[in-house]
């Protein structure tokens, strides 16, 4: 049950009210972070609602409308200001997966933290990432993933990078998975949330 009157609204596809919401809690200091979380939670059910057939495909993509125009206003304050680069990162959404919200709200804080990220956006195929890979010698990649169907897209892609015998980290990130799927696909690392993937940034790069 959601009691947060922010996540409600985007669960509700209410565009008004959640603008109003997020420019009301980043007036009175509400950390960008915290709005994005409830805006997560509140897509969440949207999911959920699609699941059990309450919501159909057109609301799904008012949902993610309405959340790419409150990170127009969120993005600069997630991101901030950075002189120089800690190194560089690179993130895709694996092969066959289209959804990028979270992937954008991870690429944006690496950002923030001050890393030099190579976004290659969505539905990446595996030679796409070991293209960028070489090309940055980027000591850690970030694949993110949403749809179940695509672990074995994930897995390919992997194991394309390991045979290709680049040295990088593979992180895998999103909000289904676990220790499990790492150990199935063969990644480095796992993170269901864009926080958690920063420390694992963090760590690398301090080695
Ligand atoms: C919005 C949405 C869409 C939008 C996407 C818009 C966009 N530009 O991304 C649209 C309408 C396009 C869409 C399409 C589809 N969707 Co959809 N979608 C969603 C929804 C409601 C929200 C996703 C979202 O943006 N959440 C908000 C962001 C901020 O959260 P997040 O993505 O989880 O990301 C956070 C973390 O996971 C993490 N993270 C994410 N990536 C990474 C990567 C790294 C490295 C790290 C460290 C962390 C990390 O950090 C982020 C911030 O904390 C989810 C429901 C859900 N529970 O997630 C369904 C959901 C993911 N979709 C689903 C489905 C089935 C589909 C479709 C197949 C529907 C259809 N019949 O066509 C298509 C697939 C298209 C494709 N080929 O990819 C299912 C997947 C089920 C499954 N088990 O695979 C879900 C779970 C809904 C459901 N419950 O049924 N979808």
Redesign the pocket.
Same mark, same amino acid.
């Given at each position: 049950m959601l009691t947060d009157a922010l996540s409600i609204a985007i669960a509700e596809l209410e565009e008004e009210q959640v603008a109003g919401l997020v420019k009301e809690r980043l007036d009175s200091g509400v950390s960008p972070l915290e709005i994005?979380?409830s805006?997560?939670q509140g897509?969440?059910e949207?999911?959920?609602r699609?699941?059990t057939g309450e919501y159909f495909?057109g609301e799904?993509?008012m949902?993610?409308e309405i959340?790419?125009d409150s990170m127009v206003i969120l993005e600069p304050l997630l991101i901030g200001s950075n002189a120089e680069y800690k190194g560089s990162i690179v993130?895709g959404?694996v092969k066959?997966?289209?959804?990028?919200? @979270?992937?954008n %709200?991870?690429v944006m804080l690496l950002k923030g933290s001050g890393y030099n990220v190579i976004d290659l956006g969505?539905?990446v195929s595996k030679e796409k990432f070991i293209e960028a890979i070489k090309a940055s010698n980027a000591p850690l990649v970030?694949?993110?993933?949403?749809?179940?169907?695509c672990q074995e897209s994930m897995k390919e892609t992997i194991e394309a990078i390991r045979a290709a015998g680049l040295n990088t980290k593979v992180?895998?990130? @999103?909000?289904? %998975?676990d220790d499990i799927i790492k150990d199935y696909v063969g990644a480095d690392y796992s993170?269901?949330?864009?926080?958690?993937?920063i420390k694992?940034a963090e760590e690398i790069f301090s080695l």
């Amino acid at each position: 049950m959601l009691t947060d009157a922010l996540s409600i609204a985007i669960a509700e596809l209410e565009e008004e009210q959640v603008a109003g919401l997020v420019k009301e809690r980043l007036d009175s200091g509400v950390s960008p972070l915290e709005i994005v979380n409830s805006l997560q939670q509140g897509m969440a059910e949207a999911g959920s609602r699609f699941e059990t057939g309450e919501y159909f495909l057109g609301e799904l993509i008012m949902c993610g409308e309405i959340m790419q125009d409150s990170m127009v206003i969120l993005e600069p304050l997630l991101i901030g200001s950075n002189a120089e680069y800690k190194g560089s990162i690179v993130m895709g959404t694996v092969k066959g997966d289209i959804h990028d919200l @979270g992937k954008n %709200i991870v690429v944006m804080l690496l950002k923030g933290s001050g890393y030099n990220v190579i976004d290659l956006g969505v539905d990446v195929s595996k030679e796409k990432f070991i293209e960028a890979i070489k090309a940055s010698n980027a000591p850690l990649v970030g694949m993110s993933v949403l749809l179940t169907g695509c672990q074995e897209s994930m897995k390919e892609t992997i194991e394309a990078i390991r045979a290709a015998g680049l040295n990088t980290k593979v992180l895998i990130g @999103g909000n289904y %998975i676990d220790d499990i799927i790492k150990d199935y696909v063969g990644a480095d690392y796992s993170a269901q949330a864009a926080t958690d993937g920063i420390k694992v940034a963090e760590e690398i790069f301090s080695l």
